[in-house]
């Protein structure tokens, strides 16, 4: 725990082979670390002395419930107001440093592990007052309200949640849940999934939920649709609804990923 890949930026020099991981289907993408560099990064508006990765976003016909962000701020940057949709909530993940969050008036210091859930509506800005950079994952979603239900913005972090152990597993697949599957309340969750070596998901997951799947820790053969897939720390895996998916984690230490998925509410059709 807390062994967080992060990416670092820079530029390949010009004798690198072009020929890398990234691969972009009907059923899901996979983006590897290696093409997270300097050239890819975005600004943000209202932050200052910070970069992003954007890794996600909705797009017509594939993946259409999220956007998810790796944000870099350097020393005395940040944002007093990060968050410009009001009916959009949030989800932050420090991977490296430390980060100071207001939220709503009240100040919280953020450590590697800290998770933040921002509420739609909530006021929240953030500022890198150390001396080092600090890097955080930031999934966004319109959020799905629900009559006589409303979600409330929290803070923790990863070391002081308990980790469930899946069904009949003995251990070697955990699930680090912030809050409850069955608050409906929440129409997602980020949480992490850990592995322990020779663990596996022993059949394709296949459903409606879609993910983002940011490898924090370790390597593993993913089953995307057809596909086996190798991954490892920093890589994204990107799916849409009904992408059949399994895991095989071989080790030698643990695979753990953040996994973002949209739940608890009806299919609307009208």
């Not at 975005?42 to 890794?55: D, H, K, Q, Y």
């Not at 629900?146 to 069904?167: C, H, I, Q, R, W």
């Not at 596996?200 to 053969?221: N, Q, R, S, W």
Request: with cysteine.
């Amino acid at each position: 725990m807390g062994n967080y890949y992060y990416p670092t930026g820079g530029l390949p020099p010009q004798t690198h082979l072009t020929t890398e991981r990234a691969i972009v289907t009907e059923a899901y993408t996979v983006i590897p670390k290696g093409v997270l560099t300097d050239i890819v990064t975005s600004n943000l508006p209202g932050f200052t002395n910070t970069r992003s990765w954007i890794i996600a976003r909705p797009i017509s016909g594939f993946a259409t419930t999220f956007s998810q962000l790796i944000v870099e701020i350097a020393p005395g940057g940040g944002a007093p107001k990060a968050e410009f949709e009001a009916g959009v909530e949030g989800v932050i993940f420090v991977t490296k440093g430390q980060l100071n969050l207001t939220l709503d008036g009240e100040l919280h210091h953020l450590e590697e592990g800290g998770y933040a859930y921002l509420a739609a509506g909530a006021e929240w800005g953030v500022e890198n007052v150390s001396n080092d950079i600090v890097s955080y994952h930031w999934i966004r979603k319109a959020y799905e309200r629900l009559e006589g239900y409303e979600a409330k913005s929290f803070v923790t972090n990863e070391k002081d949640v308990e980790p469930t152990s899946m069904p009949d597993t003995n251990d070697v697949w955990k699930t680090t849940r912030f809050t409850d599957s069955s608050d409906l309340a929440h129409d997602m969750q980020v949480n992490i999934v850990t592995f322990q070596p020779g663990g596996v998901i022993p059949f394709p997951e296949t459903h409606v939920m879609e993910h983002g799947l940011y490898v924090l820790e370790g390597k593993a053969m993913y089953l995307l649709n057809n596909d086996w897939v190798e991954v490892e720390a920093g890589d994204f895996m990107w799916l849409r609804a009904f992408c059949p998916q399994a895991c095989y984690a071989g080790g030698p230490g643990e695979f753990r990923y953040l996994l973002y998925k949209d739940m608890n509410r009806q299919v609307k059709l009208t």
